[in-house]
């Protein structure tokens, strides 16, 4: 497995969750890694997404509530989600590929995913 999230669970419309991923060496060296989420039947989404140069890319729709962030050193990706609404509930997906630039947003860009895990927000 090359991508392993971890930190969804149930919260109370506005509190906070942080969300992590523990990359393998591999997946971690590629150039764009970020967060997208899905709801049940619908298409999956970007969050947000760190290039290698370390530009951040977010979803007008969380900006000002999430922040993400990497350590390089446990190879391990971050999203803090403060604020969060009952619209914020879903699977949060770690994802990870070559190159993003302009199509960050893309899920078919894609090369990695892990397996999700499920913020509820009510």
């Known amino acids: 497995v090359q991508l392993v999230e971890s930190g969804g669970g149930s919260v109370q419309a506005g509190g906070s969750v942080r969300l992590s991923c523990v990359a393998s060496?591999?997946?971690?060296?590629?150039?764009?890694i970020g967060w997208f989420r899905q709801a049940p039947a619908k298409e999956r989404k970007a969050v947000a997404v760190i290039d290698m140069d370390g530009k951040i890319n977010y979803a007008d729709s969380v900006k000002e509530r999430f922040t993400v962030s990497r350590d390089d050193e446990q190879a391990t990706l971050y999203l803090q989600m403060n604020s969060l609404k009952s619209e914020d509930s879903d699977m949060y997906y770690c994802?990870?590929?070559?190159?993003?630039?302009?199509?960050?947003?893309?899920?078919?860009?894609?090369?990695?995913w892990g397996l999700g895990t499920q913020v509820t927000v009510s």
């Open positions: 994802a990870a590929t070559f190159a993003c630039g302009v199509s960050w947003s893309n899920p078919q860009i894609i090369s990695y």
């Open positions: 060496i591999d997946t971690y060296s590629s150039n764009c």
